[in-house]
């Protein structure tokens, strides 16, 4: 049995994805911070922050913070199966 922190959360079924956010999914934060459905539940640091400040965050919560086993589902991303890209 995989135990929590073993393995980076990544669960599909037919209509989304969630599975850990990575560089690539960078440039589509400030479409996402846009929507009015998703702002209300994102973290401030999603829409606050330069370009750079992103990166380094996804790549500390997704890498460093979940090593260190502090958290996983901050780094989550929910993604369309329509449109793969886009970060819903």
Partial sequence: MTELFDV???IEND???I???DMNDVAALPEISNNDNVY???SPFLY???NKM???AIKNLGGRDFEKKKLI???DGIFSK????YNI
Avoid at 82 to 85: A, P, T
């Fill in 40 to 42: 209300k539940y994102i």
């Fill in 8 to 10: 980076f959360p990544y």
């Fill in 54 to 56: 992103l990166e380094t």
């Fill in 82 to 85: 329509q449109n793969w890209n």
């Fill in 15 to 17: 209509k989304v994805i």
């Fill in 19 to 21: 599975r850990k956010m």
């Fill in 73 to 75: 589902i901050s780094n």
């Fill in 48 to 50: 606050k922050e330069s």
